[in-house]
Nanobody, 119 residues
Framework: HVQLVESGGGSVQTGGSLKLSCEASRIFFRDCTMGWYRQAPGKERETVSS???????TYVDSVKGRFTISEDSNKATLYLEMNRMRPDDTAVYYCAAIRPSGSWCPGNYWGQGTQVTVS
């Protein structure tokens, strides 16, 4: 049984900070790219940040310099530290394990999402 469980969402004022956590099945940290996605009301889901198994990180332009993705593979936990937050960061944030082509990652899996509201 594989799973991803997000926590740490909530409400914050503009300029504030939040840190999201995602407790995931250990198998994901062996072969999957781990990432954070978000979906705002009326908008499509977008990739916020990702980290590959060789440590390469990516960020959507709108969060560069403000958000940091990290992981603790010993704890099987993925993090997203969000600083200098803005109202347009408001969205449901999802943790995901994404299967790179040709990898042993078991597939694409998503958490249930956690609401982040910036006002």
């Amino acid at each position: 049984h594989v799973q991803l469980v997000e926590s740490g969402g909530g409400s914050v004022q503009t300029g504030g900070s939040l840190k999201l956590s995602c407790e995931a099945s250990r198998i994901f940290f062996r072969d999957c790219t781990m990432g954070w996605y978000r979906q705002a009301p009326g908008k499509e889901r977008e990739t916020v940040s990702s980290i590959s198994r060789n440590g390469i990180t990516t960020y959507v332009d709108s969060v560069k310099g403000r958000f940091t993705i990290s992981e603790d593979s010993n704890k099987a936990t993925l993090y997203l530290e969000m600083n200098r937050m803005r109202p347009d960061d408001t969205a449901v944030y999802y943790c995901a394990a994404i299967r790179p082509s040709g990898s042993w990652c078991p597939g694409n899996y998503w958490g249930q999402g956690t609401q982040v509201t910036v006002s």
